[in-house]
């Protein structure tokens, strides 16, 4: 159940929140893009505030500097903990090597 804040406020200060942590590298929208609140003029990408009976969603890019279930779990249970004890969905989107240069620009070679 979310709490009595304003959705969109909550959503922003949950994509906050879920930015500062160490290991995520990006808030992420999907493939489609669709993983996002609608705000005036815009969308908030990679958060989704669900009715009362429904998970918040998220989804991520994370750096690979810490196990992924064990950040799944931290960001879990941040999100829960801002949205009354709502159940999360997390979506790891992608995840980045450190030390890897990666050229967001150019798209990954397909192997043949």
């Known amino acids: 159940m979310l709490t009595s804040a304003d ?3 909550l959503a922003e200060r949950v ?3 879920v930015g500062a942590h160490p290991s995520v590298v990006r808030l992420h929208g999907g493939t489609f893009g669709d993983l996002a609140t609608y705000l005036p003029g815009r969308r908030l990408i990679g958060v989704r505030l669900g009715a009362a009976s429904e998970p918040v969603e998220l989804g ?3 750096l690979l500097d810490r196990p992924i ?3 799944v779990r931290s960001l879990r249970r941040l999100v829960s903990g801002m949205c009354g004890g709502a159940p999360v969905d997390v979506t790891v989107g992608d995840v980045i090597v450190p030390g890897v240069a990666v050229d967001v620009a150019q798209p990954m070679p397909v192997p043949r």
């Open 7 to 9: 959705p969109p406020t």
């Open 15 to 17: 994509a906050a929140a």
């Open 60 to 62: 991520v890019v994370l």
């Open 69 to 71: 279930p064990g950040v």
